[in-house]
């Protein structure tokens, strides 16, 4: 079946460094990938959404890169903020209707 | 507010009652998604609809819940029956298909049930 791998600990990080959150996935191959926000007791919130033909993306301080042999994308934050703490949630899709949402990996960034 | 309003926003209930949630999605988008999500875990899907059609139930959904989606506006998801067990998050989301098929979903703040 298909399966999402996200770093299921925290990751914590000073204000100032890159974070890099990890996205593995396995017996499907995703037409497109999408990164979403999501902060305590909201809904998720878009962010990036990267194609399989596309080796990276970038929107202001975020970077999604996607490697489709390793099954693969990453997801950088740079000069994170505190702000900037949240649930970051992976949705690996073949390009029906259905998105399949990874766990999340929760990123606190210290002042 | 041009965005996904679901209503209400905290729902607790007693084992065994019904429960209805509204999801308002965003006006021109033409498909709409319920979600559930527990503590820790991703969105989980339940059922989606292209304009008033409901296309997909997952099999994760018993017989007690239902969704409608009259004239393709807005939804309801019903809950009869309720059980411990559905004590969760339902998430409601819309889209609107683009070029190459991508579909970008917005979230809506979502429902808290608590079932005693």
């Known amino acids: 079946s298909q399966k999402i791998e996200q770093n299921s600990e925290a990751l914590n990080i000073q204000e100032g460094k890159t974070a890099t959150l990890t996205c593995n996935y396995t017996n499907y191959s995703p037409a497109y990938l999408q990164w979403y926000r999501q902060d305590p007791g909201r809904g998720p919130v878009f962010l990036l959404l990267?194609?399989?033909?596309?080796k990276e993306k970038r929107k202001e301080r975020l970077k999604v890169t996607f490697d489709t042999t390793l099954k693969q994308s990453l997801f950088h934050i740079t000069a994170s903020q505190p702000a900037d703490s949240a649930t970051y949630l992976c949705a690996p899709s073949t390009g029906g209707f259905k998105t399949i949402f990874g766990a999340g990996t929760r990123l606190f960034v210290k002042a | 507010d041009t965005g996904v309003s679901q209503d209400p926003r905290h729902k607790i209930t007693k084992r065994g009652q019904n429960v209805t949630f509204r999801c308002d999605p965003i006006?021109?988008?033409?498909?709409l998604y319920w979600y559930r999500q527990t503590l820790g875990q991703g969105p989980e899907f339940l059922t989606y609809?292209?304009?008033?059609?409901?296309?997909?139930k997952s099999r994760l959904l018993s017989d007690r819940f239902s969704a409608e989606r009259p004239k393709g506006s807005f939804s309801t998801l019903e809950i009869q029956r309720t059980e411990q067990g559905d004590s969760a998050m339902y998430l409601c989301?819309?889209?609107?298909?683009?070029?190459?098929?991508?579909?970008?979903?917005?979230f809506g703040p979502g429902t808290r049930l608590t079932v005693l």
């Open positions: 609809f292209q304009n008033e059609a409901q296309l997909e």
């Open positions: 990267i194609r399989e033909n596309e």
């Open positions: 989301a819309s889209s609107f298909l683009r070029e190459l098929g991508t579909d970008t979903q917005y």
């Open positions: 006006s021109e988008h033409n498909r």
